[in-house]
């Protein structure tokens, strides 16, 4: 067996599985005709931060809304309300993480499926 490294290399074999593997992982991170992670990452990043920057206008505009209801109904029924508002929006945060965490364990799995299969 000739290589560039003379007749013989031991780890000939294990520097091929490297080299295809970083092919595989170069497709995933370039995107090989789509959008790869180098589009992908950034844009699910400034998702985020608009999500983010959504919640907390979000935020208080319920605040003021609450606020004002407050004054117009009365105490009890402005806590009880505040209450399920308060719940609506912890609702709406959990839905907006549970979105984020999808598509990161999606991105980790194809790296981890391009890692191992090739």
């Not at 992670?37 to 003021?64: R, Y």
């Not at 117009?72 to 399920?84: A, Y």
Request: aromatic residues 6%.
């Amino acid at each position: 067996m000739t290589t560039e490294h003379g007749p013989y290399c031991r780890k000939e074999g294990e520097i091929s599985e490297i080299h295809a593997d970083l092919k595989t992982v170069k497709k995933y991170v370039m995107g090989n005709g789509k959008d790869g992670l180098i589009v992908t990452v950034p844009q699910l990043s400034q998702n985020v931060e608009q999500l983010t920057k959504a919640t907390d206008d979000f935020k208080t505009t319920l605040s003021g809304f609450i606020k004002f209801q407050q004054e117009q109904v009365g105490k009890k029924k402005g806590i009880d309300e505040s209450k399920r508002r308060s719940r609506w929006i912890i609702g709406l945060l959990v839905t907006a993480l549970l979105v984020i965490t999808g598509a990161l364990i999606t991105t980790i799995h194809l790296l981890s499926q391009a890692n191992a299969g090739g």
